[in-house]
């Protein structure tokens, strides 16, 4: 199993991103796939996760600014991101799968078994 995160990039306040997870090595299109970030000192961020049939689930944190999208004929998971602001400046992260619960916002590595290695996002003027 193979992910690769790309997009990541230095955006100014306000400005909107798109990031890629591109997937390998397991039949992607019967996967959950989960977007969560990680900012320096802090705990894994659950973003959402989308469902096989393209339900996708978001925390109330970034409701309505991000969407979760996915093309299984790319194999690829996309995070649109709006309305950026600093304090979403971290590393990007896609995992395989997805929990039944999230507590508190933050998941934890080991609740799934499969992680890219990120993408940095900067958001600063």
């Known amino acids: 199993v193979q992910l690769v995160e790309s997009g990541g990039a230095l955006v100014q306040p306000g400005g909107s991103l798109r990031l890629s997870c591109t997937a390998s090595?397991?039949?992607?299109?019967?996967?959950?796939m989960t977007w969560a970030r990680q900012a320096p000192g802090e705990g894994l961020e659950w973003l959402g996760h989308?469902?096989?049939?393209?339900?996708?689930y978001y925390p109330d944190s970034v409701q309505g600014r991000f969407t979760i999208s996915r093309d299984n004929s790319k194999n690829t998971v996309y995070l649109q991101m709006s309305s950026l602001k600093p304090e979403d400046t971290a590393k990007y992260y896609c995992a395989k799968g997805a929990v039944d619960s999230v507590v508190g916002g933050f998941v934890l590595r080991d609740e799934y078994e499969h992680w890219g290695k990120g993408t940095q996002v900067t958001v600063s003027s």
């Open positions: 090595g397991f039949a992607f299109s019967d996967s959950a």
């Open positions: 989308i469902n096989r049939d393209g339900s996708a």
